[in-house]
């Protein structure tokens, strides 16, 4: 999808656009942002003690790079 097609906030004006800004701005507030960027922030530092704990060389790709892309989505 690209950005601005049919179904984008961006792609709405006027009512439509405020109807659907109402709709999501909850999930944007100043204090749900707060909660995110702590869960985000946590998330690498877990893998990385992870990491520090492998008894011998650690595989970056098994241990950091392939988990941290569906954890951060599951925030």
Do not use: Y
């Amino acid at each position: 999808m690209i950005l601005g097609s049919p179904g984008w906030l961006v792609s709405h004006e006027g009512g439509e656009h405020a109807r659907l800004r109402t709709i999501v701005a909850p999930a944007f507030s100043n204090r749900r942002v707060k909660l995110l960027a702590q869960q985000v922030e946590a998330i690498p530092a877990q893998l990385f003690e992870t990491l520090a704990a492998q008894p011998q060389s650690a595989d970056l790709r098994r241990h950091l790079s392939f988990p941290l892309p569906d954890m951060l989505s599951a925030c």
